[in-house]
């Protein structure tokens, strides 16, 4: 599967942005999709993550009730909303979707495949 990850940009914070992930290829549907991110320097962070049908999402407390993930399988896309934002937010942002059955969600190497990452800035 091919993730093309869109909408990333500059906002400050309090603002809002919104990211989208476009899959092409195999079963989206099939997948469990997340985001992570990652400052220069740092591990990839764990972000978000949704299940293959939708039914059930998880989050990095430092992003726990302001942003949100949700998901289109006919459509191809899974998407970030992401609210009340602070500057801690600022990295480039990554889709990922993993096919495996795996023990923790939030383990970057249990992802399958990647987008290409989207650049958030957020000022203070």
């Known amino acids: 599967v091919q993730l093309q990850a869109s909408g990333g940009g500059l906002v400050q914070a309090g603002g809002s942005l919104r990211l989208s992930c476009a899959a092409s290829?195999?079963?989206?549907?099939?997948?469990?999709m997340a985001w992570f991110r990652q400052d220069p320097g740092k591990e990839r962070e764990f972000v978000a993550v949704?299940?293959?049908?939708?039914?059930?999402?998880d989050y990095a407390n430092s992003v726990k009730g302001r942003f949100t993930i949700s998901r289109d399988n006919a459509k191809n896309t899974v998407t970030l909303q992401m609210n009340s934002l602070k500057p801690e937010d600022t990295a480039t942002y990554y889709c990922?979707?993993?096919?495996?059955?795996?023990?923790?969600?939030?383990?970057?190497?249990?992802?399958?495949?990647w987008g290409q990452g989207t650049l958030v800035t957020v000022s203070s």
């Open positions: 990922a979707a993993g096919i495996r059955v795996v023990a923790d969600v939030r383990i970057a190497g249990l992802y399958d495949y």
């Open positions: 290829g195999r079963t989206f549907s099939g997948y469990r």
């Open positions: 949704i299940s293959f049908s939708g039914d059930w999402t």
